[in-house]
T-cell receptor
Framework: EAGVTQFPSHSVIEKGQTVTLRCDPI?????LYWYRRVMGKEIKFLLH????????ESGMPNNRFLAERTGGTYSTLKVQPAELEDSGVYFC???????????FGPGTRLTVL | AQSVTQLGSHVSVSEGALVLLRCNYS??????LFWYVQYPNQGLQLLLKYTSAATLVKGINGFEAEFKKSETSFHLTKPSAHMSDAAEYFC????????????FGSGTQLTVLP
């Protein structure tokens, strides 16, 4: 069974540019989560999808971040325009049900110069 | 709101020695507690979780953790460290009877010395 995959593994962009991160959850997992770890600090929750619906987006830092999950399969997280403080590792996780174990992807390391 | 504190961002132990990684939590309601491990270039992997059943929880790779409500702690231990245990370890908490929003500690990097 394939795990959670994320693309790209690394992204280096300049301040003001746009970046789109992609997450492919485990097949059949309705729940998809985005987390972020900035500058070696805590991993922080960003948002939670149930199928294509945003169940909880309380962790999204500001309106420069837009997450989508069209069709309830893969998800994208767009940062536009990127700022220096957006640098960090973005993790995606999926679970079969809300109370279930979350399976994490390897993360996308974003560097904003 | 819940929070997690991991004492020690870096811990070094000798191979064969006891591993002890500390985690204290804060929660106004009974929490669910987790330990995750991240090996280089991999995603976080669940080691074990506490969900209000037995206070001593056994996980994978010989790790276990004990929930101590009086101390608000959930320390991770392993009797004998192996070189392959070198990784970053994260303690996390969730409330509300589900794992939908995990609150993580800042992580502890474990180094195992030969």
């Amino acid at each position: 069974e394939a795990g959670v995959t994320q693309f790209p593994s690394h992204s280096v962009i300049e301040k003001g540019q746009t970046v789109t991160l992609r997450c492919d959850p485990i097949s059949g997992h309705d729940n998809l989560y985005w987390y972020r770890r900035v500058m070696g600090k805590e991993i922080k929750f960003l948002l939670h999808f149930v199928k294509e619906s945003k169940q909880d987006e309380s962790g999204m830092p500001n309106n420069r971040f837009l997450a989508e999950r069209t069709g309830g399969t893969y998800s994208t997280l767009k940062v536009q325009p990127a700022e220096l403080e957006d640098s960090g590792v973005y993790f995606c996780a999926s679970s079969q049900d809300v109370a279930g174990k979350q399976f994490f992807g390897p993360g996308t390391r974003l560097t904003v110069l | 709101a819940q929070s997690v504190t991991q004492l020690g961002s870096h811990v070094s132990v000798s191979e064969g020695a006891l591993v002890l990684l500390r985690c204290n939590y804060s929660s106004s309601v009974p929490p669910y507690l987790f330990w995750y491990v991240q090996y280089p270039n991999q995603g976080l992997q669940l080691l074990l979780k506490y969900t209000s059943a037995a206070t001593l929880v056994k996980g994978i790779n010989g790790f276990e953790a004990e929930f101590k409500k009086s101390e608000t702690s959930f320390h991770l231990t392993k009797p004998s460290a192996h070189m392959s245990d070198a990784a970053e370890y994260f303690c996390a908490v969730s409330v509300g009877g589900s794992a939908r929003q995990l609150t993580f500690g800042s992580g502890t990097q474990l180094t195992v010395l030969p």
